[in-house]
C-alpha cells in the first residue's frame, strides 16, 4: 500500500477543523449585527451574554484540537515506521468519520447521549490506531 495513503484522512480532518474554524466567526458577527454580543463579550474568551449558538463552535474547534492531536501524531508515527496498510487506513477513516459525525452533533441538535457514543467510539478507534502504531503491524 502506498505509505501516504495515511495523510488523506488527516487531511480531511484538517480540513473539516478548518471548516468549524470558519464557523466561529460567521456566528460571532451574526450574533453582533443581531445586538445579542459586542466585542468586550470576548475580551477574555466568552462572558455569560455569549448565546450558546455563539459558543458552541468555538467549543468545537477546540475539541478537534484536543484528542485528534493524539491522531495526527500517530499518522506521523506509522508513515515513519513504513505500517501503512489497509487497515490502519481504514481505521483512520473511522476516525475522522467519528470526529465528523461529532462534530455536527455538537453543532446542530446538541444530543449529549448521541455526541458521547460518537466521541466514545472516536476514541475507541484512536486506541485502535495507537495499538498498530506501537505494534508496527499493517
Known sequence: MNQSAIFYPVLALVGWTLLVLLLMPYRRFRAAFAGKVTAEDFKFGESLRVPP???IPNRNYMNLLEAPL????TSIVIFQLQAVGTSVVALAWGYVGCRIVHSLIHLT????MHRLAA???SNAVLGAIWVFAVLGVQ
Not at 441538535?109 to 449529549?112: P, T
Open 53 to 55: 449558538d455563539v459558543i
Open 119 to 121: 466521541f466514545a467510539l
Open 70 to 73: 493524539l491522531f495526527y501524531v
Open 109 to 112: 441538535y446538541n444530543n449529549v
